[in-house]
């Protein structure tokens, strides 16, 4: 026990040290992990037999080595280093570690996967779970400085960290029973080899780090999504339940990775980007954030009853979903549309689909937009109000999960249209009609 504590102590400041050194240092700790645990990982397979070569190198560069990499960007999210930042995560680790250990030998009845690892239990991974998110909650605004992040965000942290840490250490237990072993290595005296102590990095850097990059990237979430991400994770937490009270160990584990990026996802949708509220009166700017699918002369029935150069912007499901005022002035009108819910390809879109439209007249001329479902899309929130005065690049709505805009332009008028576009888009069509009109696409993906 002594040698334990003795091992366990100088493991602790050996990392310690390297990460609050440098990049540098917290590089060669990592690199140092990863040779380490891929020679453990080598070992095994070839005493478990049955893998090819091919097979095995495959499956210790995407386990072990491509999640090992992050440790050091994750001190690295929103530029700079943030030193502690990674330590709040590795403490994270620790702190489940223990918290599962101590709730586990105290009360741990039921177990969690016989069959790979006896001795855990249910209580012990709840117990690990609440000592987690407590900590979370406790050293996350403390550690990091992301102060602006609610209670509930550092309890889905805590939430996916234990998951993907779990099903980490449950994966390389596999691993060493398949071999007949107990301990991958001896490297470190009471505590086994670099897998045995670094196994429940292996999967939740993954997570962690992409749900760091959405939050720390993006940092604040649209009101828009508040109830729909309560609701997920209501689900997400619901279903992962039911699959381990009536499903295999194995499957529940993937039904909860499954649950982990469906809520990534989500929060990675309904972030709210700062954006620079730059206003020039000669200019019209975007109402979306997506790709120009069609420029072309159509007939504007509504409101204006004459032709103009329609500019459709797309959004697919990987934009920033709000919604802005292309110009500043008075809300000459607005009005909602029921309707179908076409693709968003689809040439009538803009005239069947469910869809508000406004007209801002900003004193010189008068600029008609739409908002427009989709086929998935079927949430349309405008917040444009009849006579009121609004500026330009201000919120104006939110659309739900991918559809266009439509933003109509005077056929008299001389265009300058300037996107930001993938390779494989198609290209607009540019007629250049007689006065200047600078359209600004600016994407955040």
């Not at 702190?95 to 690892?117: E, F, M, Q, T």
């Not at 999504?225 to 499903?247: D, E, M, N, S």
């Not at 730059?278 to 004459?306: F, H, R, S």
Request: with cysteine; net charge positive.
């Amino acid at each position: 026990m002594l040698k334990r504590a003795l091992s366990g102590a100088v493991l602790v400041a050996v990392m310690v040290a390297a990460i609050l050194g440098s990049r540098l240092s917290l590089a060669l700790l990592a690199l140092v992990v990863i040779v380490g645990s891929l020679y453990e990982f080598f070992r095994l397979a070839a005493l478990r037999g049955g893998w090819n070569r091919w097979a095995t190198t495959g499956l210790g560069l995407v386990w072990i080595a491509g999640p090992m990499t992050l440790l050091p960007l994750l001190g690295t999210l929103g530029g700079g280093y943030y030193p502690y930042r990674v330590l709040f995560y590795v403490v994270l680790i620790w702190i489940n570690d223990i918290g599962a250990y101590l709730v586990g030998i105290s009360i741990g009845r039921h177990k969690l996967c016989p069959r790979i690892s006896p001795k855990k239990s249910w209580e012990g991974f709840f117990g690990g779970l609440i000592f987690t998110a407590a900590a979370a909650v406790f050293l996350g605004p403390r550690m990091t400085g992301l102060e602006t992040i609610p209670a509930w965000g550092w309890i889905v942290f805590g939430i996916v960290l234990t998951l993907s840490a779990v099903a980490g250490d449950l994966t390389e237990s596999a691993f060493k029973r398949g071999a007949g072993v107990k301990d991958s290595g001896n490297v470190i005296p009471g505590h086994g080899g670099f897998m045995d102590r670094f196994d429940a990095m292996f999967l939740s850097l993954l997570f962690v780090y992409l749900l760091a990059q959405t939050v720390i990237s993006f940092m604040k979430i649209h009101k828009e999504g508040y109830v729909i991400i309560r609701r997920t994770i209501l689900v997400w937490v619901v279903l992962v339940v039911a699959a381990f009270a009536f499903l295999p160990c194995a499957a529940g584990w993937g039904i909860a990775g499954a649950a982990v990026l469906l809520c990534l996802f989500t929060l990675r949708f309904f972030r709210e980007p700062e954006r620079a509220l730059v206003q020039d009166e000669g200019a019209v700017y975007a109402p979306a954030d997506g790709t120009v699918v069609i420029v072309e002369e159509a007939e504007v029935k509504e409101y204006l009853g004459e032709r103009r150069i329609q500019v459709s912007i797309f959004m697919s499901v990987w934009n920033v979903h709000v919604n802005w005022f292309p110009v500043g002035g008075r809300v000459d009108y607005f009005k909602y549309h029921p309707g179908k819910y076409l693709v968003a390809w689809h040439p009538k879109s803009s005239e069947l689909n469910e869809r508000t439209t406004v007209v801002v007249d900003t004193g010189r001329q008068k600029i008609l937009f739409r908002q427009i479902a989709g086929a998935v899309a079927r949430r349309i929130v405008s917040y444009a109000k009849t006579g009121e005065t609004v500026s330009q690049n201000s919120q104006c709505g939110f659309i739900k999960f991918g559809s266009p805009v439509d933003l109509p332009f005077s056929a008299t008028g001389r265009r300058d249209l300037r996107q930001k576009r993938r390779p494989d888009d198609r290209k607009p069509n540019r007629r250049r009609p007689a006065q200047k009109l600078s359209i600004y696409l600016i994407s955040y993906c």
